[in-house]
């Protein structure tokens, strides 16, 4: 059976790690334009695997706690690819 408890434990602490990284990332006056839609095509992807998590904590009718954490992470990543899109944006002036 998965543990669907734990998965969302090391989804966690991947979005906490991913908060710290992420700026300091796009603060780095050396980053390119590759490497910021590659970080935002990565933190899509987070995005869409930690909805398809809650949605399945839902499903498996999880305390409604763990579906709040679910998705305040899956807001945290959602905030971060805002983040990044703009650094893009901001390139491309």
Avoid: C
């Amino acid at each position: 059976m998965t543990d669907w408890i734990e998965i969302l434990k090391e989804q966690t602490a991947t979005g906490d790690q991913m908060s710290r990284e992420v700026p300091q990332m796009l603060a780095n006056p050396d980053i390119s334009e590759a490497q910021v839609k590659t970080l935002f095509s990565a933190l899509e992807k987070q995005a869409e695997f930690v909805e398809k998590l809650r949605m399945a904590l839902e499903k498996f009718g999880h305390d409604f706690s763990v579906i709040k954490a679910a998705e305040r992470l899956e807001e945290r990543y959602a905030d971060l690819a805002a983040s990044v899109a703009e650094k893009l944006k901001a390139m491309r002036e």
